[in-house]
Every structure is written in C-alpha cells, then in structure tokens.
C-alpha cells in the first residue's frame, strides 16, 4: 500500500489559476554595453549576433526628420528620404537597382518622421556583403533622379486627396494642432510646398544630415561581430560628416485652449474621440507612476477601467485606450481614444471623462496597482525576444539620451510605485478641466444623443465646429 | 479494460523535421533552411498538439486553433464565428463569477427577455417594410422590457467578475494576447513568460470544456461597432463588401468574417450555443506551443488537463460546395468617398492545389518595385499611381487579384485595359529565365522571413495542420522551386481569363456631388 501511494503521481489540477504553482524565473535584460562598439569614425553601432535564420537585418537611425523642413518647402524631408531609396545612385540607375535588390530577395528601406528617420536592410546572409554595400550606396550616394522625384511628387499631391478620407485620421490631426499649435508636429506638406522643391534642395538636405556622424546602428543576424563592424567601419570610411551638430526640434509655446471640437463628417456610421491634454517628457521624475497609472485608466487593455466600462460593460466601442506617452523633447500628450456610433459619441466621452476624474480623485484598489505593477513586470522577457528589436530599443536609447542601465533599473522602477504615488501623480498631471475633446464624424447624429442619458455638447466646455481643411492646402475655408 | 475497445491514437508520437531545401538548375540560386523540429502528440480526444522547443528567450507562444469560421455560417447567422470569439473571453462558470448558480439565473432571465424583444424588434421591421411603424402600444411594451433587461444587466454586474481571464493572463506576463477569426478557422493565443505555460492549459481547457456565454447583448452591441469600425467608417469598405458578394456568389465566402448588420442585430444566445456545440470539438481543433519549452512537459500537461475530453466522433456539418461556374465577365462600379481604383478578379484554386505556387510566382513577378506593374504602369505608361496583386489560396477556394490606383485624370477604362494587357503578356510570352528566378528568390525569402519568430512559426504550423499537416509548409516551399516557365503560362492562360473575370471600379465622389 504504502508502496502504490508513493508512485501516485501528483498530478490534480488546481481548483483556480491563482493556486497554479509556477517556478521562479529569473530573468536579467541584455546588456546594452555588450553589444555597444564606437566604429573607428566615432559612430556608435549596436551589433548582436543571431544564427536562428540565414538573414541579416541592418537598421540606421538618423537624426533627420521633418522637424528640419523650411516652412514653404514642407515634406522636403520625406521626398529626401524616400528618393535616396528610389532615385538610383550615382553608379546605379533606379531600374538597375530596383531589379538587383528584388533578385536577391533583400529590402531596404528608407523612412522619414518628425524627429528621426530610418534606413533598414534586410538581406539574406549569403549576401551581406552585397547588401550592405548597396544599402550604403544609397545612403552615400544617391542619384536623385529627376524622372523619379516627378513620379514622387505626382503620388504625394494624389495621395493629399485621402488626408479626409477617415475620420480617426482627422480627429488626431484636430487634436495635435489644438495641442502644439503652430511647431513643426503640425506642419502638413501642400501642393505649393512639394512643388516648390527642386532637385539642389534633396542634394543640399542630404549633404547636411545624411552622414555617419548623425546616425546610429543596430545590426542583428547571421553575421560574426567582427564581421559586422568591418563592413560598417569599411561603408563609412572617408564618407565626410559636416561639423555642425544637428539641432533637436524646439518645443512647442501653444497654450491649448480646453474644450469640445467638432468635425463635419457626414455619411459615416460612427464619430471618431480623442480626448486629452499635454503630458510629461522622458525626463519627467514620475515617468514610472504615470505608466502605472495609464495601465489601470487605460492603456491595459482589458483589465483598464475605460476598457471595461466603455466597452465591455456598454458596449458602446470596439477599439478604446488610452495613453500618456513621455514625449522625446518636449511634452508628449495624454490622451484617450475610441470611435462609437455617432449617437453614442457623447455619452462614452461622458464616460471616459468622468473615470479621469475618479482617477484625478481617489486611489486606485490594491487589486488593481497589484494587476498593472505585474502586468509590466512579468512581461518585460517577451520585450527581448527579438535580438533586432533589442538592438533597435538601444540604438533608440541612446538617440533619446536615455542612461545605459535604463532596462537593468526599469522593473524596479515599476515596483516602487505606491498608491499614493499614483493619486499624486494624477491629481498634479491629470486635468479633465483641461481636456481638449475632439469629436470627427456625423455631427447631426452626434448632437441627436441615443435618446436614453441626457448629454448635452455644453457639458464639455466650450464647443467650436471646425470646417475640414482643403487637403492640398491644408487651409481651411473661410467661409461655412 | 474493454478489449472491444478502438485502439486509441498513438500516445506520444515524435516526428522530427529539418527541412534542407536545394534550389538547383539555375546559378545564384540559393538555399533556404527552415531551421526549427516540430514534434506531435495526439490526445485520445482527437486533439493534435504541436510542439517546437526554441530556447533563445524565456517565452512561449501558445495557441488553440480551431476549425471554424465564417464558411461555416449560412444566411441568418453570419458573423456568429467571430461573436463566439469575442464570447470566448466572457468567462466560465468559475472564471468571471462569484456566483456561477446566481449569474445562470441572471442569464436565463436577461435571454428570455431579450428573445420578447427580439420578437418586437422583428415585428417592427415587417412593419417599416410596409413604411408603418410598431404601434404604441407595442412601443410601450417593448420599452418596458428594454428597461427590466437593463435593470437585470445591472443587477448581474454584482456577481460578474470583470474580464478574469484577461486580468489573468495579463498579471501572468502575458503579451499579444488576442484572438482572431477569418473565413476558416478560429485561433485563440497569447505569448506567456516559460514558467506560466499551465495558465494556458488551465484557462483553456475551462474555456473549452464550461464557457458561460454571460454579457452575450452587450457583447453583440460590441461586435457592430467593431463592423462600423472595419467596414461601414473605413473608406471604400462598404463598397468592399459588395465586390466580395458579387465575387463569390452563393459560396459562403461571400459574407464578411464580421457578419451583416442585419443578423448581428438577430442572432441569439441559443444560436450561439448550438453553433458552439457543434463546432468546437477536440477533434477540430490543434494546439500549438513555440518556445522555451520542454515537449515532454507539454506532453504531461496536456494529457492532464485535455486527456479527458471525449472524441465524439461527430463531424461537424460539411461546407456546401458551391464552385462557381464560370458565368462570364461580371463588373460594378462604387461611387463613395475613397481613392479612385481598379480591381479585377478571378477564381483560381484552393490551397494545397498543384497551381497555388505558379499563381503566387505570377503575383511576384507583377509586384515588388522592379515588378512589371510598376515598371510598366507607374513608370513607363505613367497611367497609374500603385499596382499591385495578390494571389490567396483559402480551403474553399481562391483568388487572384490585381488592384490599381490611377493616376489623376486617367479613365478607369484605360487602367483596365492595361491590366489586361498584362495579363495577357504572361500567356503570350514565357517569362524569362532569370525574372521567374527572381520571383522565386523572392517568394522563398518571404518564406523564411514568415518563420522566425515563435509567434509566426506557432500560426503557420497550426493553420498548416489544421486543413492538412504541418508539413505541407516544406511541400509548399518545395513546390515553388519547381515551378517552370511553361506553367507560369499555363496557369495564367487557364485561370486569368478575361471572359470570366470581375472587375470592380471604386469612383470617389467628387465635391457636391450626392452620393
């Protein structure tokens, strides 16, 4: 007997998932510093070996961005970047390119943003060599061909139709312009300023910020690491860098005026919400508090409050959350979205004001700073998964200033957050007096209300109608 | 022990695979490994659980994917897939309650109600196709029932645990949590830290086994919001829609994965229950772990917690044929606030069909910047803005699509022409040597891009062997180099053929003009 019992193998399942018995894991974040290397020209790359697949991806991040447009000669940036990737090269003429990067299957891209911009490569290991050369040819030397800038200017002005065409696409616009006001976030290319660029203005923009000294690069694949650093020490030899440093973006002086704005757009099934005001920057002390706190009002997905309320108990939104993303440079946002039909529009905007100002009133429940703190932490292996996608997040880091044990201290951060530190935080940051509401959609059923809670557009502060602006000018029209 | 038993399945059955794919017959061809060993275990039950160790990182993806998806659907419960998905996530009869006894009786009581007003609701719409409207009487009543509904969802709240299972896998580490529904088949999944992988066999094997279908109105009310998001706000989705029905016809692809309106705004509970019933079965079903794991450690898990489900050996409902008949060429044209455009279609062939790779070889060699739409289109004729094609071969049937946007001031017409121009090129002349091997190298290093990630080998094994065997990946693989210049015509001559194709105008609606 006593025999039998001790072969009888443990095996019940636990009543509830709390009493799963799970091991320990232990788990430290990559190194930045083990990875890090200064080329001989002084660019800093980050270069990690991963022998899981026979490619080899490459990504620059430049600091180059749209922020640097001269006001009349808006979107001279993204034309930049994307010709230096479609003009050809000076040894290589576009179609000749084209073909013999589609036929070794490799991709390089290049993409501009506000503050910086990107060229990536993805290549096959058999091919680096290639691959690599090719991609900084493009970098190095492009041609700028002028049937090519035609052709991108020709898309860019067709494409300029589509700026009204959805309705979250129009409620963000709004609501970054009530934000930032006049700054460079807000500065939309037109049909006037794509024409206005010339060929000279590509070479000059490209001369200025498109050289080593201005980047930083991530690599990642089937390559050895001396390898890697080889190649890259190789394309940036005798490439020339100007010595001035590249300013970062001014921040922005508007001071949001708080209120309802509402956008005209007849004929959709649903109005589309963005509710928020401005945010803290990368530098702001209680960066950790604040993402705790954004987790439990909505950025957790279903385990936040506007989540569950709006949508899971009334069933008013598919898509809701919410985000207060330290900006890089200067202030992000706070912000909460969803689109709801348009009936419904105002009643889940009441919704969601009213769980900020709970937030801004009351601590949250231990359950819940229990759930947010655990989510982030016991999340936080699945963020290195990727050795590209961590060589990228230290490459970014270092672009953005971030200090080198930014992962080794994050989850400890996250940790000591208190209750208390969270009320702080949302009685000194969150302000639903401030808020600055932009509703895009059906104005007409918006205002009719669902017939069933009493909410009035007044109960949100001052309303102003917006006309949409023309899309090749970006003005709006006098008139309405 | 019942001697007359069926012998079962095989307990524990590894298969290793290490596929070493060699190009061969033409110079810079290169060689592809998918590097990764798949190994099977198949439950009693009929269940198929796949298992790849990777032990990069401390994670794992994990799946349950079954076969089941809007093919399955007829006229009247379109989209009830997809509302099952979403219905998956509302808890059990121990998770998402504190009383399991109560919230039974709170959701027989609200489903009795909510079938009054259904009946109201149906009335009404005879009526208004009358041009009347529902009397006041029946107004009143219908009102007054609404309000005892809401009053019993309030009520109810107080015995709802709120979202558990999110907040489970959540708190647990878990990330890309989501599931997803397409025309054939259902996918449950989440990434979760390797000492959690018991979570998973814990929540799903309750879900599976005691879903309580609670907040089953609210939910629906979720569902239309999220078909007003995707297709009746988005640009051009609408008018989508309706390619996609006059495309496929009487076949059940026709409907959209989210459903029409119309019956989101009818189906039932009891609807719900039944399409569960005879649908999610073990043996319609394969689950799949990619990551830091240990296979027998899977193994001991899934034997205790899925080794008990029954084999009912009852086949789910077959999928009506439907192949349609060439009716000859079909068109329409959409006039609404989206970018002008150009689509022409055709029918091709299911998956696993001996054409799939020369039809996916002629999709490459059109697309990609130095492909012949943009060459020829874009650049040469200057007729359009982007072209591009697609060629998807789903169980049930396929498509070959070609889809240009014009440049400003060019006719739809002409955009037309110039599609079929070139595809007619392909059946006139045999693409060249070295152009197929391109599209080749290509489409091969899609495929090793598509299985590096745990995730993306987790969904493709399980797709894979849900409507064949894993394996056919490496077929798959394989049969894209094989492919010769000769059935690139072929293929093209036979399924490209204009006489029955259907082909789709999207006009935007210019500045004052009703729409």
Redesign the interface.
């Known amino acids: 007997m006593a025999i039998l019992a001790s072969c009888v193998a443990v ?1 019940a ?6 009493a ?1 018995h ?4 232990t ?1 430290n974040p990559p190194n930045p510093e083990d990875f890090r290397v200064v080329l001989a020209n002084g660019t800093i790359g980050y270069i990690a070996e991963d022998h ?4 080899v991806e490459i990504s620059l991040l430049i600091r180059c961005g749209s922020y640097l447009d001269p006001a009349e000669k808006a979107g001279l940036a993204a034309m930049t970047v994307e010709l230096m990737r ?1 003009g050809g090269t000076t040894r290589m003429t576009p ?1 000749r390119l ?2 013999r ?6 991709s390089i891209d290049t993409d501009a943003g506000l503050t910086s911009s990107t060229a990536t490569l ?1 290549v ?1 290991s ?1 091919d680096i060599d290639e691959g690599f050369g090719l991609c900084a040819e493009i970098l190095k030397t492009p041609a700028f061909n002028e ?1 090519e800038i035609k ?1 991108y200017k ?2 860019v002005i ?2 300029m ?2 700026r009204n ?3 979250s696409a129009i409620a963000t616009r709004e609501f970054n312009l009530q934000i930032y006001g006049d700054h460079p976030q807000n500065r939309y290319s037109t049909r006037e300023s794509i024409n206005a660029i010339v060929r000279d203005d590509l070479v000059s923009f490209h001369k200025k910020y498109i050289h080593p000294k201005n980047m930083i690069v991530a690599v990642s694949g089937d390559i050895a690491r001396e390898k890697a650093i080889k190649l890259l020490e190789k394309s940036f030899d005798g490439w020339e860098s100007p010595q001035e440093r590249v300013a970062t973006i001014t921040a922005p002086t508007n001071i949001p005026a708080p209120g309802l704005y509402l956008i005209d757009k007849s ?4 109005g ?1 919400v963005v509710i928020g005001h401005t945010g803290i920057d990368m530098r702001h002390p209680d960066v950790a508090a604040v993402a705790v706190m954004n987790s439990i009002l909505g950025g ?4 936040s409050r506007i989540t ?1 309320k709006i ?9 809701i959350g919410s985000s207060f993303s330290p900006g890089e440079w200067y202030p992000g946002t706070f912000e909460m979205r969803f ?3 348009g009936k419904s529009c105002l009643y889940a905007t009441s919704l969601a004001v009213r769980e900020a100002r709970i937030m801004a009133s009351d601590k949250v429940s231990d359950e819940e700073i ?2 947010a703190k ?2 982030i ?6 963020r ?3 050795r590209y996608e961590t060589m990228k997040s230290f490459a970014y880091n270092e672009f953005v200033g971030r200090p080198m044990d930014y992962y080794r201290a994050y989850r400890d951060r996250i940790r000591n957050v208190t209750k208390d530190d969270i009320l702080r935080v949302a009685k000194n940051l969150l302000k639903p007096d401030k808020f600055v509401i932009v509703i895009a959609g059906p104005i007409d059923e918006i205002r009719k209300g669902d017939g069933v809670h009493t909410v009035a557009l007044d109960d949100f502060g001052a309303t102003k109608i917006l006309p949409i602006p023309d899309p090749y000018t970006m003005q709006r029209p006098k008139n309405q | 022990m019942n001697l007359a038993r069926a012998k079962p399945h095989s307990a524990f059955a590894t298969t290793f695979l290490c596929a070493t794919v060699l190009l061969c017959s033409f110079s810079d061809a290169p060689s592809f490994a998918i590097p990764f060993q798949v190994q099977e275990e198949t439950l009693p039950s009929g269940l198929k659980v796949l298992i790849v160790e990777r032990h990069d990182s401390p994670t794992v993806y994990c799946g349950l994917f079954f076969r089941v998806g809007s093919v399955n659907e007829r006229p009247g419960i379109t989209g009830l897939s997809h509302l099952i998905e979403h219905m998956m996530f509302k808890g059990t009869k121990t998770l998402g309650t504190s009383d399991p006894f109560r919230d039974a009786e709170y959701n027989a009581a609200i489903d009795k109600l909510a079938l009054q007003i259904r009946g109201f609701s149906l009335k009404e719409s005879e009526l208004q196709w009358r041009g009347r409207a529902l009397s006041e009487g029946d107004e009143k009543k219908r009102s007054s029932l609404q309000g005892e509904m809401a009053a019993l969802v309030a009520e109810q709240k107080k015995v709802i645990v709120k979202d558990e299972i999110w907040k489970l896998y959540l708190e647990n580490g878990g990330t890309g949590l989501n599931a997803s529904t397409g025309n054939d088949s259902t996918q449950y999944f989440v990434q979760l830290p390797s000492n959690k992988v018991e979570l998973f066999f814990w929540i799903e094997s309750d879900r599976f086994q005691h879903p309580v279908f609670r907040e089953f109105y609210s939910e629906r009310e979720v569902v239309k919001e999220e078909r007003r998001l995707r297709m009746e706000s988005a640009p051009g989705g609408l008018a989508e829609e309706s390619f996609d029905t006059l495309f496929w016809g009487a076949h059940p692809y026709q409907w959209p994965v989210v459903g029409r309106m119309g019956d989101l705004d009818t189906m039932t509970l009891d609807d719900a229950e039944h399409y569960f019933r005879t649908y999610y079965r073990p043996s319609n079903a394969v689950a799949v772990f990619v990551g830091d794991v240990k296979s027998e450690e899977i193994a001991r898990l899934a034997r205790l917690y899925l080794g008990k489900l029954k084999n009912d050996s009852i086949e789910p409902p077959p999928v009506p044929a439907h192949r349609t008949t060439s009716p000859g060429e079909r068109r329409m044209t959409s006039k609404t606030d989206a970018p002008n455009s150009v689509e022409v279609r055709f029918h091709t062939v299911a998956r696993l069909h001996d054409d799939c790779a020369p039809l996916t070889l002629i999709s490459s060699i059109l697309n990609g910047m130095s492909g012949r739409l943009h060459n020829r289109l874009v650049k040469e004729k200057k007729l359009a803005v982007s072209a591009s094609a697609y060629s998807w071969n789903l169980p049930y049937g396929g498509i070959f699509s070609v889809t240009v946007e014009p440049a400003d001031g060019v006719d739809h017409e002409k955009i037309e022409d110039a599609i079929d121009e070139e595809l007619e090129d392909l059946k006139r002349e045999l693409v060249g040597e070295r152009e197929l091997q391109k599209a080749k190298n290509r489409r091969l290093a899609d495929i090793i891009d598509d299985y590096r990630s745990n995730g993306s080998i987790g969904a493709g094994i399980a797709s894979a062997e849900l409507f064949g065997s894993w394996k056919d990946i490496f077929a798959r693989q394989e049969s894209i180099g094989k492919v010769t210049a000769d059935d690139i015509r072929r293929t093209a001559a036979k399924y490209l053929d204009p006489s029955s194709k259907y082909v789709h105008y999207v006009k935007r609606t210019e500045k004052g003009e009703r729409r």
């Open positions: 095996d399942i636990p009543s509830h998932p709390n799963i799970f091991n320990e894991l788990y899981t697949a026979p490619v479609s179609d084209n073909e990067i589609d036929y070794l299957a490799a993805f096959l058999k049937e052709l020709e898309r067709s494409a139709k589509e065409d959805r309705i004929g959709v099934a649903q589309s957790g997905s279903f385990t569950k949508r899971s108990d009334e069933g008013l939104t598919y898509s689109s709801s039909k229990a759930t655990s989510a932490i016991e999340s936080f292996p699945r290195f998964t990727s």
